[in-house]
């Protein structure tokens, strides 16, 4: 019976997307064997199970592998009922939240490299375009915490907090590696507030990568692009 429920994660240690299946797999409590993938050297398992994009993360259940963190996610919330849900019962409420998790992703996650690869005025204007899409999303959880962040509970974790984590769950090890501040508890309070009460639980800061090796890891990142930048 073990064995036909047979979990295992092919993935790479700072993936904001492995990040979000490892995290609902540990909310799900949900065993699994993890697979740690060279992306320089990608291992035959990886090219077998995702032979289309070749890419992490893949969850292999029962032998049969799957690809793309979102695809993932919905397929593990509705093939394990236990543990938390991700997504709320209401269909309006579950469009929300499938709203503001794709515009965290979207508009959020995908401009965040441009501030890390780029200087001057053109970083400028990509912090500008980041801060701009924080106060938005600030506005538009209102409607989902209309009575501010309450505590939250391992149990109360779901398919936003998750995204939300994968992309700024590290935020204090960006300001870092940035030298300013991301997320302003004065300019973006709820924001501050929702991600202040998800870093408190003990699986959510577990589920991080470790802090100075992603300061290190950024560093190099953020030079190597500004050095291709001035080549």
């Known amino acids: 019976m073990a064995e036909e429920n047979k979990v295992k994660l092919l993935g790479f240690w700072n993936s904001p997307y492995v990040r979000r299946v490892e ?3 540990k909310l799900k409590g949900i065993p699994y064997e993890y697979v740690e993938e060279d992306l320089k050297n990608k291992s035959s398992l990886l090219l077998k199970y995702n032979p289309v994009y070749k890419k992490v993360p893949v969850l292999v259940h029962n032998g049969k592998p799957l690809a793309e963190s979102h695809v993932i996610l919905e397929y593990i919330d509705e093939t394990w009922k236990n543990g938390p849900p991700l997504l709320p019962q209401d269909p309006y409420k579950r469009a929300q939240i499938r709203f503001w998790a794709s515009f965290v992703h979207q508009q959020l996650f995908e401009t965040m490299p441009l501030v890390f690869k780029s200087d001057g005025e053109a970083q400028e204007k990509a912090l500008k375009e980041v801060f701009e899409k924080l106060s938005v999303l600030e506005e538009g959880i209102k409607n989902i915490f209309p009575g501010g962040i309450q505590i939250i509970e ?6 936003l907090d998750i995204v939300m984590i994968s992309v700024f769950g590290p935020y204090k090890v960006y300001e870092e590696v940035l030298g ?4 302003d508890p004065e300019k973006t309070p709820l924001l501050f507030s929702w991600l202040t009460a998800l870093l408190e639980i003990p699986v959510v800061k577990d589920s991080l990568p470790p802090h100075e090796k ?6 190099f990142i953020r030079q190597d692009a500004l050095n291709s930048t001035s080549a």
């Open 154 to 159: 391992h149990e109360n974790v779901g398919l």
């Open 214 to 219: 992603l300061v290190g890891f950024l560093k």
């Open 23 to 25: 995290l609902a797999l």
């Open 180 to 183: 300013l501040k991301l997320i």
